[in-house]
């Protein structure tokens, strides 16, 4: 592919070990392009946030000789494509997010005004019903025109995956490593079909390991390029459980699948309904929890009048949900006690007058 300028600048920078999504939003920020922060001296670059002297001046060394020319080879010999964050080719609901990736590498097509996404994650070591459960639900919402996002994972996110391409419909799998070397490496056919109905995406350079530092963070891509975010199984410590997170943080809705309460690939799963995430069972529930839900892009206003007559103290929590707010603050706001509050709220829940969010937070429907 052709690069402009700024793409190829901005590579650069994406080169240099260190230079991750904040760093360089700060110093775009303070020098407006790329390629005015790869022209800036060592004392204009400690006008940075954070940037002494010391790493100011290691950074413009390495700002200096990154092997872009390789780079590029690489991209073009696996037909892969840069997507700059701001480029209209971006996908619009990962755009805001905190801490987007500035440069997406994309083997594939994405749809960049897409909001029918849905993530589907869950463990590496799952279980038989976890596999049928991931290949199923990713094929009803895959026919119900949605597109299905994962890691490309052994497990569920596999299954997830095959779902979709049994559908024949649209998957995108967020990779951690770079897109010069599929893992885990048993997955190449399998990520062969899924560039093919959609894209691999990756915001690490092509000839990046997939290290286990970067699943974090490229889990903040699925979650942020998706809708909503579905746990299918997770263990307790599973990173199934930092993506529905980053899901909650990110304003997306979050699902989980229950399972066996003696099951250790489940204890995840029932971890985050006992918070209070969506309960689902098929893809019927979440197509029915989704619809009528306002895009990530152009958010609703939430509505000022409800939709049902409501009695004096249903009024009172409806007027207080003007914004989002947690049971604690209306409990201390409404001066009532918690086992009243809690009772009425699920009463106008079932009424779909208000909606309860990850982390019982409440608001308007």
């Known amino acids: 592919m052709k690069l402009t300028d700024e793409q190829r600048d901005l590579l650069a920078m994406h080169l240099v070990t260190g230079v991750g999504p904040r760093l360089t939003a700060a ?34 060394r390495a700002l200096a000789n990154p092997d872009v020319a390789a780079e590029c080879k690489l991209i073009e010999q696996h037909g892969v494509t840069l997507c700059a964050l701001g480029q209209s ?37 799952c279980t038989t019903y976890g596999k049928r459960a991931a ?41 951690a490593g770079g897109l010069s070397k599929i893992y885990p490496p048993e997955h190449a056919d399998l990520a062969v079909e899924v560039a093919a109905s959609g894209a691999l995406i990756s915001e690490s350079c092509m000839r990046m390991e997939p290290m286990a530092t970067l699943f974090p963070a490229r889990n903040r891509i699925i979650s942020g390029l998706s809708r909503a975010v579905v746990v299918i199984e997770a263990a307790e410590r599973s ?12 304003g997306r809705e979050v699902f989980a699948l229950p399972g066996p309460v003696d099951q250790a690939a489940s204890a995840g799963s029932l971890q985050l309904l006992r918070k209070g995430v969506r309960l689902v069972r098929s893809a019927d ?31 009172k929590i409806w007027d207080a949900l003007s914004e989002r707010r947690l049971v604690d603050e209306l409990t201390a706001q409404l001066a009532l006690p918690i086992t009243e509050l809690t009772r009425t709220l699920m009463t106008l829940e079932l009424r779909k007058v208000v909606r309860r969010l990850p982390g019982n937070w409440y608001e308007r429907y």
């Open 89 to 125: 080719e971006y996908p619009a609901t990962l755009a805001t997010i905190d801490d987007a990736p500035h440069l997406l590498f994309v083997k594939g097509q994405l749809d960049p005004v897409g909001d029918k996404r849905i993530a589907i994650v869950g463990s590496r070591a």
């Open 135 to 175: 290949e199923r639900i990713a094929e009803s919402l895959a026919r119900a025109g949605w597109t299905i996002v994962s890691g490309l994972a052994r497990g569920i996110d596999a299954c997830a995956h095959r779902g979709a391409l049994n559908a024949k419909g649209q998957t995108l799998a967020v990779l």
């Open 285 to 315: 529930d979440i197509l029915e929890d989704l619809e009528g839900l306002p895009t990530l892009t152009e958010p609703a206003a939430p509505p000022s009048e409800p939709p049902v007559m409501l009695d004096e103290l249903e009024r």
């Open 239 to 250: 990173g199934a459980l930092i993506t529905a997170r980053l899901a909650a943080e990110q």
């Open 27 to 60: 110093l775009l920020d303070r020098f407006g392009s790329a390629s005015a922060v790869l022209r800036a001296s060592v004392a204009e670059l400690t006008e940075v946030p954070y940037l002494g002297p010391k790493v100011a001046e290691s950074l413009t």
